[in-house]
C-alpha cells in the first residue's frame, strides 16, 4: 500500500520559517493537500491541491510539490501555529494521509 | 453556516456492528463528494471511504472492505458508515467531511463520533 513519511517533530523559534517534508514514491505525480490539528480539535486545511490556500488561511502557509517530496512551509512562525500537521494525497479514487508531524514553537 | 454533526459511535463488541451518521446543513448536500476520515486514540488520520454526490460512485480504504458500507440520503441531507465485523483496530474518532475542493481538499469537519470496540 501506499505510504507517506513525515518527521515526527519540527521545533522551529518564533518568527522563523519552518518546513514540513512528506515523501512518498511518484509523489511529485499526486494532489496533495495539508491538514492542521490542535489537541481536542477537528483538523484544518491548510493547503489544497499542491499550493492553494482555502479562504482565511494566513498567507505565511504555502506548500511546494517537488519530486518525491512535497513541503508545507509556514513563514513567520506564529505560537498559535503549535499543532499536528498532516499531508495527504490523492491517488485513482483514495487518499493516503502522511505518519504527520508535530511542530513545536520554543 | 455549514455544519456537519456525527452521531452514532459508542462501545460494541469485537465483531459487532454499529451505524454511524452525519447530519449535513448549510449547504446544498447533492452537490458534494462526502468522506468518512477517522483517528485512532493518540494516532495520526487515517482516510476510510467516500462517496461522490449522487451516491453512484465510493472508494474504501482496504482495510474496511467488505466490513463498512458508505451511504447518503441526499433528501436527509444525511451520510452514513455502516461497520460490521468489528475489530479491535477499528476503535477512533471518525470524522465526516465535506471535500470543497478537488482531489480531497476537506474543508469542513465534523466534530467527530467515538467508536470503542472491545469486550
Known amino acids: 500500500s501506499y505510504e507517506l513519511t513525515q518527521p515526527p517533530s519540527v521545533s522551529v523559534s518564533p518568527g522563523q520559517t519552518a518546513s514540513i517534508p512528506c515523501s512518498g514514491d511518484?509523489?511529485?505525480?499526486?494532489?496533495t493537500c495539508w491538514f492542521q490539528q490542535k489537541p481536542g480539535q477537528s483538523p484544518v486545511l491548510v493547503i489544497y491541491?499542491?499550493?492553494k490556500r482555502p479562504s482565511g488561511i494566513p498567507e505565511r502557509f504555502s506548500g511546494s510539490n517537488s519530486g518525491n517530496t512535497v513541503t508545507l512551509t509556514i513563514s513567520g512562525t506564529q505560537a498559535m501555529d503549535e499543532a499536528d500537521y498532516y499531508c495527504?494525497?490523492?491517488?485513482?479514487?483514495?487518499?493516503?494521509f502522511g505518519t504527520g508531524t508535530k511542530v513545536t514553537v520554543l | 453556516e455549514v455544519q456537519l454533526v456525527e452521531s452514532g459511535g459508542g462501545l460494541v463488541q469485537p465483531g459487532g456492528s454499529l451505524r454511524l451518521s452525519c447530519a449535513a446543513s448549510?449547504?446544498?448536500?447533492?452537490?458534494?463528494?462526502m468522506t468518512w476520515v477517522r483517528q485512532a486514540p493518540g494516532r495520526g488520520l487515517e482516510w476510510v471511504a467516500n462517496?461522490?454526490?449522487?451516491?453512484?460512485?465510493?472508494f474504501y480504504v482496504d482495510s474496511v472492505k467488505g466490513r463498512f458500507t458508505i451511504s447518503r440520503d441526499n433528501a436527509k441531507n444525511s451520510l452514513y458508515l455502516q461497520m460490521s465485523s468489528l475489530r479491535a483496530e477499528d476503535t477512533a474518532v471518525y470524522y465526516c467531511?465535506?471535500?470543497?475542493?478537488?482531489?480531497?481538499?476537506?474543508?469542513?469537519w465534523g466534530q467527530g463520533t467515538l467508536v470503542t470496540v472491545s469486550s
Open positions: 511518484k509523489l511529485g505525480d499526486k494532489h
Open positions: 491541491q499542491d499550493n
Open positions: 495527504q494525497a490523492w491517488d485513482s479514487g483514495t487518499y493516503v
Open positions: 462517496m461522490n454526490g449522487d451516491g453512484s460512485v465510493t
Open positions: 448549510g449547504f446544498t448536500f447533492s452537490n458534494y463528494w
Open positions: 467531511t465535506r471535500d470543497t475542493y478537488s482531489y480531497g481538499g476537506r474543508d469542513y
